[in-house]
């Protein structure tokens, strides 16, 4: 059975098993602001997501995993639907996401109903890395 709900403190350890880039007090914010998901399959938390509004005022998810043994069996869609549900119940008419243009993800995405909406490269040394693709869709 899969439960999907907002992270909390207790969940520090597992969080940082699978994001290595969120500072803690980025955590923190997190937690109180209810802008992250931990996903549970019979009570064993398996992957996350996390938020930030992009612009102070458009839902912008920052981080999707989901444990590689469970992935392309419907977990990331759950996590991803559930997100969006949440964001259209909070009034938000507009979500937005971002992978590298070397993942997979980005078909994820697309199947998902997102479109492609502009990019960025860094060319920054020490910060190097692919083009960053956001997407974004209406919900």
């Given amino acids: 059975m899969i439960k999907i709900r907002y992270v909390k403190d207790e969940d520090k350890d597992f969080w940082y098993g699978l994001d290595k880039h969120l500072p803690e007090t980025e955590f923190e914010k997190k937690v109180r602001d209810n802008q992250g998901y931990v996903l549970m ?7 996350l997501l996390r938020y930030n509004l992009f612009w102070d005022n458009t839902p912008f ?27 259209k119940s909070k009034g ?35 910060y190097e890395q692919p083009m960053e693709l956001f997407m974004s869709k209406k919900i």
């Fill in 92 to 126: 938000y008419g507009m979500v937005m996401i971002s992978t590298q243009v070397d993942e997979n993800a980005q078909h994820f995405y697309r199947k998902l109903g997102y479109k492609d909406c502009g990019g960025f490269i860094l060319d920054i040394p020490g």
């Fill in 41 to 47: 399959e019979n009570g064993k938390k398996t992957g």
């Fill in 61 to 87: 998810c920052t981080m999707l995993f989901v444990d590689w043994s469970r992935q392309k069996k419907g977990y990331g869609l759950a996590v991803m639907n559930h997100w969006e549900n949440d964001m």
